[in-house]
């Protein structure tokens, strides 16, 4: 009953595939009418209702002037009005340009139930031979903007076209300049979210917040590390992913989270070893960092049930304990680099991806391009969130994202790329922005040191 009920938005109907001229012609229909009536009064004020006549009305005074000017004054209001709702409400623009071409695309790809009638002429019992199609159903289509968000209802109705209803992303994205954030498949319906203007919804660092097992990293995008563990960062040099991988420490160490953090190029995150305690770029001592971390997530699994008020399911922030990244930079180059010891290397991480979620201890492991030779066997599903940065081959996003058809465009923005949140839709991403001359080891040592002080 709740879904019979449920608000899905304004329908979109086949005359919608002319709405904005429609639009256009009505708002200039109801300013020219009234207008028309107006300079008309005097001449109009001379007629009398009950000896009214067509020999009489001619006799008027009538003049074209009037109708120049309502014409002139309705042009020019219609160009102030048009102006006035690009400007001021754009959100209602958008709207009719979205439905518009959402309209055109069911009706030019023939969406929909037709009957074929036969085209009579003057005499009606002669066959003509013409034949005309008429729309017999239209399926039910809802728009709605809402929040930067745009909600579009698709009736399912098991028809011919059934298939193409049920993959409408690709069009909606590249026909709408959207990014697909969610599919939902409803009873006869399936909804697609997508999200306008992204770019518009990127955050700066200061707006970065880690609480309640999710890092808040756009305005619709969360790390919800509780409920989909592990994040895989990829992307080449300049694509903004040591800022991003310093964005998320300094939301990290906000909190009593614990972060063991591995270097093996001894570059920029090395540097936080002045005002954090676990830092590592010698690959001994990396692998020996490895090793602790795995031993206290194997400790803390047996302890966890030992502890009073656990119970089957509950995982360690319901016990109080404090959760533990692992947070590793160019781990692909460290697997090359210490040889025979990889396997063992990835055995360990292996059993992390695979046993850590509910003790608390997690990875974010960053490289060029994700391997399989160091990410197969399924390590590399365990990663429920991913993110591509920078510019990519089509054989790198096959590695981070599998087989899609998703299309992958370039933009020359520094920190932006595409997305999987652990919902199998891939979206374009811009990570939080960095001021110039930004002091990440000031700002994170005394992020640090307040947290844990007060912890």
């Known amino acids: 009953m709740r879904e019979l009920f449920q608000y899905r938005g304004t329908k979109i109907r086949p005359r919608d595939q002319n709405l904005i001229l429609q639009t256009v012609l009505g708002s200039a229909l109801l300013l020219w009418f009234p207008l028309t009536i107006l300079f008309y009064c005097p001449v109009l004020s001379h007629i009398n209702i009950k000896t009214i006549s067509w020999p009489l009305i001619r006799q008027l005074p009538w003049s074209y002037q009037g109708l120049i000017i309502s014409l002139a004054v309705t042009l020019f209001c219609l160009i102030l009005v048009v102006l006035l709702v690009m400007y001021k409400f754009p959100d209602y623009y958008r709207k009719l340009v979205h439905r518009q071409k959402i309209a055109r695309m069911f009706m030019t790809n023939n969406w929909y139930e037709k009957n074929t009638q036969q085209s009579g002429g003057f005499f009606k019992d002669l066959d003509t031979g013409k ?70 919804h990127r955050l700066s660092i200061d707006q970065v917040v880690c609480k309640d097992g999710a890092v808040k990293l756009m305005e619709n995008v969360y790390w919800e590390y509780d409920a989909l563990p592990h994040m895989l960062i990829a992307g080449g040099t300049g694509g903004g992913k040591t800022y991003f991988i310093l964005t998320l420490i300094e939301a990290l160490s906000k909190t009593n989270a614990k972060l063991t953090i591995l270097d093996p190029k001894n570059a920029d995150l090395a540097d936080l070893e002045e005002v954090l305690p676990d830092v590592y770029y010698d690959p001994d001592d990396m692998l020996a960092a490895l090793s602790r971390f795995y031993d ?59 046993l850590g979620r509910q003790s608390g201890f997690f990875l974010i492991l960053a490289c060029q391009r994700p391997d399989a030779k160091y990410l197969g066997d399924g390590i590399r599903d365990q990663f429920m969130f991913r993110v591509a940065l920078g510019r990519m081959s089509e054989i790198g996003y096959t590695m981070m994202y599998g087989q899609t058809n998703k299309d992958f465009f370039l933009k020359p923005i520094k920190g932006r790329g595409y997305v999987d949140t652990g919902l199998s839709v891939i979206s374009e991403f811009y990570t939080p922005l960095v001021p110039k001359h930004y002091d990440f080891i000031e700002t994170i040592g005394h992020a640090y040191q307040e947290s844990h002080q007060s912890s």
């Not at 709605?144 to 690709?170: A, T």
């Not at 939902?184 to 999200?195: A, C, F, G, K």
């Not at 009073?308 to 109080?320: C, I, R, S, V």
């Open 131 to 200: 034949t005309k199609e008429r729309i017999a159903h239209f399926p039910r289509i809802y728009y709605r903007l809402k929040d930067g968000l745009i909600h579009v209802q698709v009736e399912i109705m098991m028809s011919s076209y059934q298939e193409q209803l049920l993959h409408l992303e690709p069009k909606l994205e590249s026909g709408l300049y959207c990014e697909m954030v969610d599919k939902i498949l409803h009873d006869s319906y399936v909804e697609y979210t997508l999200l306008y203007d992204t770019i518009a």
């Open 296 to 354: 206290e997530m194997r400790q803390r699994n047996t302890e966890m049930k030992k502890m009073d008020g656990y119970q089957t399911g509950q995982n360690y922030a319901a016990l109080g304990l404090p959760a533990h990244f692992l947070i590793f930079d160019e781990y692909v180059a460290f697997m090359d680099m210490i040889g025979r010891d990889a396997m063992t290397a990835i055995n360990k991480l292996k059993q992390i991806a695979l």
